[in-house]
Nanobody, 123 residues
Framework: VQLQASGGGLVQAGGSLRLSCAAS????????MGWFRQAPGKGREFVAG????????TYADSVKDRFTISKDNSKGTVYLQMNNLKPEDTSVYYC?????????????????WGQGTQVTVSS
């Protein structure tokens, strides 16, 4: 399985960005994808996750009501719409995939990772 993330960039506080992550290769019809982020000098932090079956979506408290995760089944692509961005959202954002269909908040539950895309929010 290969994951290709895109959509990062530089934005002012209060602005918006949309990240995309396309999965390719052999995947089952039921899996979960998630977004994590890692700021310099900090550990990797869960942002949002989505199930390709019945388990829905889940968010970190820090992004709830500002970020929305969604998916396009036909394209095997997950999106992260980020609104009202804050300087503390500045990080490298990674997408990840796990074959169980329930999304997890723990990075060690994900077997496949994309390359990361930089998001920088200026004040």
């Amino acid at each position: 399985v290969q994951l290709q993330a895109s959509g990062g960039g530089l934005v002012q506080a209060g602005g918006s960005l949309r990240l995309s992550c396309a999965a390719s290769g052999r995947t089952s019809s039921s899996y979960a994808m998630g977004w994590f982020r890692q700021a310099p000098g900090k550990g990797r932090e869960f942002v949002a996750g989505i199930s390709w079956s019945r388990f829905g979506t889940t968010y970190a408290d820090s992004v709830k009501d500002r970020f929305t995760i969604s998916k396009d089944n036909s394209k095997g692509t997950v999106y992260l719409q980020m609104n009202n961005l804050k300087p503390e959202d500045t990080s490298v954002y990674y997408c990840a995939l796990r074959l169980p269909s329930r999304p997890s908040h723990w990075d060690y539950d994900y077997a496949y990772w994309g390359q990361g895309t930089q998001v920088t929010v200026s004040s």
